[in-house]
């Protein structure tokens, strides 16, 4: 079924961000080619709306001249195997994401040699949507969103705060400034210490879902921010992580749990 496109969705290839359901994304956390063809297959025949290929873990061993001619010759393979790959014979959509290691990734690289693969996939159009660290201190990412937006790459401007969860008005700030940077999605993701955290994430969730911005992702991360994967769309959150193997970030829930709760909360939307 074809998710119907309003004032604040965003179709990104096969898929609808800010439709009338929640849209679930797997991240992938593969070192290896061998890694990444079990991957594919498990997420083979699954409902997933989006997988997450996660660069900064794969062939942590190769420079970045090497590392980013090995993503680019293995692309074309991994949205071969997308196609059709959704459990109802759809395509599963293509996220790629290179995190910093100051942001939960896994390969220690320069900021730029990042942005540097991610604006090389945008080029070649080699994925639906693209993740960028857009708030980077030092790290202009104007020029790579504009080239995405005219070659029809989704945009996913990104932040995480694995020390904390900032105040309601800082977490608004940032969502403001994602959204300034001229992404598609704005996403933000925060480490709660408690309960009180998490209700302040989803408060600032809702605050910023009003009016006629775009999409939005609002995680809390870890056990405490269980909630926030499981009813965000409730508070305004357009998506959420689901683990099938490997989690790429504390308190991913499996993805057979996940679907299970979006059944039962979504059923009649």
Do not use: N
Request: glycine share 10%; net charge negative.
């Amino acid at each position: 079924m074809t998710e119907p496109i309003g004032p604040r969705s965003v179709p990104a290839g096969p898929v609808v961000l800010g439709g009338a359901r929640t849209a679930v994304i797997v991240p992938i956390v593969a070192t290896d080619d061998d890694e990444l063809a079990i991957a594919l297959q498990e997420a083979a025949g699954k409902r997933i709306d989006i997988l997450e290929w996660r660069l900064d873990a794969y062939a942590p061993q190769l420079a970045d001249d090497a590392h980013r001619a090995a993503i680019l010759s293995a692309l074309p393979g991994v949205r071969a195997r997308l196609r059709g790959a959704r459990q109802d014979g759809g395509d599963i959509a293509l996220l790629v994401t290179c995190r910093s290691a100051e942001q939960g990734g896994l390969r220690d690289h320069d900021p730029s040699a990042a942005l540097a693969l991610v604006r090389s996939v945008i080029t070649c159009r080699g994925a639906d949507l693209v993740d960028i660290e857009a708030l980077r201190e030092g790290l202009d990412a104007s020029e790579a969103i504009a080239e995405a937006r005219g070659r029809g790459v989704r945009v996913i401007a990104s932040h995480h705060d694995f020390a904390g969860t900032p105040g309601s008005e800082e977490m608004l700030a940032i969502i403001a400034a994602l959204r300034g940077t001229g992404a598609d999605v704005a996403k933000l993701a925060v480490m709660p210490q408690e309960a009180e955290d998490v209700i302040r994430l989803l408060r600032a969730s809702t605050v910023a879902a009003g009016g006629s911005a775009g999409p939005l992702v609002a995680i809390a991360m870890g056990p405490l921010g269980a909630v926030t994967r499981l009813s965000g769309r409730s508070f305004g959150s357009c998506a959420t992580f689901a683990a099938l193997g490997r989690a790429s970030a504390p308190g991913q829930i499996a993805l057979e749990h996940v679907l299970a709760v979006l059944d039962a909360i979504e059923r009649d939307r």
